[in-house]
């Protein structure tokens, strides 16, 4: 996966540069401090991240190649972000591990967009089990809900991290969600 950092300050893009090298997913990161640079690397190279602060203009996504991947673009703010802001939108004021959390989203959307699809496809059960992962029940409860046995939920759970290159419940939460497989109200 090649994924492009835009950010004229040298300081960020070392930070973020040193966060995605975390993801073995990615296999170039290509640096740029300018607008121009953005413009020209989005032509020279298959890109499936574009992570760009606000102020660089992003090449739209009909301007390129019709055989390229379409690339996920995230915009780096140089302020906090409001309450709900978007899933890609990242800021220099967050945590490490949010930015992890919403990188790892971010490049799991990139497989799905390359792939076609998320590789091995989900059974009814290990749907239904999945949900309520993402409603934070644990294996013992979720066993008791469905009436299987709590060895049958963890060889369910990991036959779904396996499929979907998911280890995280928040990941696995983020997939539910945007899958519909439960919606924002069902998270208390």
Do not use: W
Not at 91 to 110: D, N, R
Not at 117 to 140: D, I, Y
């Amino acid at each position: 996966m090649n994924v492009i950092l835009a950010e004229p300050s040298y300081i960020i893009r070392k930070g973020f540069i040193h966060l995605l090298r975390e993801f073995p997913e990615i296999e170039t990161i290509i640096e740029c401090s300018k607008s121009d640079d953005l413009e020209h690397h989005t032509q020279e190279h298959p890109l499936h991240l574009i992570i760009a602060n606000t102020s660089f203009e992003i090449p739209m996504q009909e301007d390129l190649d019709e055989n390229s991947v379409q690339p996920v673009v995230m915009y780096l703010f140089n302020t906090p972000l409001p309450q709900g802001a978007s899933q890609y939108h990242l800021s220099v004021y967050e945590g490490k591990s949010t930015l992890a959390e919403k990188l790892q989203h971010a490049i799991q959307l990139c497989k799905t967009n390359n792939n076609g699809e998320q590789g091995e496809e989900l059974s009814p059960r290990e749907k239904l089990v999945l949900k309520h992962v993402a409603l934070g029940q644990t294996n013992k409860e979720i066993a008791d809900q469905l009436f299987i046995s709590t060895h049958t939920v963890i060889s369910h759970r990991k036959n779904i991290t396996k499929k979907l290159g998911i280890k995280t419940v928040s990941g696995l939460t983020v997939y539910a969600i945007l899958n519909k497989l439960i919606g924002m109200e069902d998270i208390s």
